[in-house]
């Protein structure tokens, strides 16, 4: 009896192990789905920071169609207008990749070469000026202030009043922070990378940072107008300098 209760206790214990792993492994998710998620709350901060320069740029000192398109001597055959346009691209291909992903895009698939050019965008100050503010609304509010912020566009477009009347169409997707994704990408030759939303997020802010401090040469080298200081400025350097 006695080597029966054993090989009894063997298999239990034996049993046992499989949950104890599964559970280890469900605790070691957790605390990397939660280390993922503070990273994303700091990237997201200079996410905002950065769109909200390009607003501020639109609404304070380019503010006009003429300004926009101006083409630079400094930079040759770049416009203000042409810069925005392709780091506002970069932004909504990586958040639009993340969203699509729950839905049509299984792989996660991330091109950003897919790029539009030519577009109104890159010569109407008011297009371009919408077209940011849709993106900080759709993909990057905070979500109770998001979701007063929806509510008032959604007033203004019935009643017709306020800058919500127009060019507005407000994604209520959330995505996930912890993404696994594929990049794919001509160099020229075609790879493909695995990678991850919060990694992206940081590289759509520094190739936002790069095309800032060429748009600060054409404004203040050309227009003769003038920038904050941060303007263009990468964060290491900020952080530096504390200006």
């Not at 990057?140 to 060019?167: I, T, Y």
């Amino acid at each position: 009896m006695k080597p029966s209760e054993g090989s009894g206790e063997a298999r239990l214990s034996s049993n046992e192990q499989p949950s104890e792993v599964s559970s280890t492994q469900s605790s070691s998710n957790a605390s990397s789905q939660s280390e993922a998620a503070q990273e994303y709350l700091k990237l997201r901060t200079v996410a905002i920071s950065l769109i909200d320069q390009a607003i501020n740029l639109l609404e304070n000192v380019v503010n006009s169609d003429t300004l926009l398109t101006t083409v630079s001597h400094l930079v040759p055959g770049s416009t203000i207008g042409k810069h925005l346009r392709h780091l506002h691209d970069h932004f909504r291909i990586l958040f639009e990749a993340v969203n699509s992903h729950t839905t049509t895009n299984q792989d996660g698939l991330l091109n950003y070469d897919s790029r539009e050019r030519n577009v109104p965008m890159e010569s109407s100050h008011h297009i371009i000026l919408q077209e940011f503010i849709k993106l900080k609304l759709n993909y990057l509010a905070d979500p109770l202030s998001r979701l007063n912020q929806l509510d008032q566009v959604d007033r203004a477009v019935e009643d017709g009043s306020g800058r919500g009347q127009e060019g507005f169409n407000i994604s209520r997707q959330f995505f996930d922070h912890d993404q696994g994704m594929k990049l794919e990408a001509i160099t020229p030759y075609k790879v493909c990378l695995k990678t991850t939303f919060n990694r992206e997020l940081w590289f759509v802010c520094l190739h936002a940072t790069h095309h800032y401090a060429l748009i600060r040469v054409i404004v203040t080298g050309e227009l003769k107008l003038e920038l904050p200081k941060q303007f263009g400025v990468a964060p290491s350097t900020l952080e530096r300098s504390k200006l």
